[in-house]
């Protein structure tokens, strides 16, 4: 994933109205005035389904990862509230660092897992939550930003 695309997803929409972008908003608002700006910072790397078995490559959060969490289900409840698709997975707090395209080397991927040194970046500040659409391209996703709702100031 490119620095500048990395992101922590709330929750994924799929396809949406225009009508519904507006609801999702007009919640992420809602969401987003009970919410103080937070720090969060990252820890532990890893991969869905398994490191043995990587597609999905990624980071945990370790400070600010109960405020994550906590936004994530009050965005959950209240997009079923509007009558959008219910995750059916549970909630999983990550930065995504990229996806395995293709089983080719594998092994060594999984060796390079297994042994890598990470430190994470520093600590950061979140002042906002951001709505964007995702676009599918062979290069890869092109995200554009629908709506920046800034959380609470401190």
């Not at 507006?22 to 910072?41: H, I, N, S, Y």
């Not at 405020?67 to 509007?82: D, G, K, P, S």
């Not at 009558?83 to 909630?91: D, V």
């Not at 906002?128 to 959380?151: K, N």
Request: net charge neutral; aromatic share 6%; with cysteine.
């Amino acid at each position: 994933v490119e620095p500048e695309h990395l992101h922590v997803t709330l929750k994924f929409l799929d396809e949406i109205t225009e009508e519904q972008r507006g609801r999702v908003e007009a919640l992420l608002r809602q969401v987003a005035g009970g919410e103080p700006a937070f720090t969060l910072a990252m820890e532990g790397a890893g991969a869905f389904p398994s490191v043995n078995a990587p597609r999905v490559l990624w980071v945990g959060l370790r400070q600010g990862r109960e405020t994550v969490v906590r936004i994530a289900q009050a965005i959950e409840q209240e997009c079923q509230a509007i009558g959008l698709r219910r995750e059916e997975r549970p909630f999983s707090a990550h930065v995504t660092l990229g996806r395995v395209r293709s089983p080719k080397r594998q092994d060594e991927l999984v060796k390079r897992l297994q042994t890598a040194a990470w430190e994470p970046p520093d600590p950061f500040q979140v002042t906002a939550l951001t709505l964007y659409r995702s676009d599918l391209h062979p290069s890869g996703p092109r995200y554009t930003v629908l709506a920046e709702i800034p959380l609470t100031p401190r």
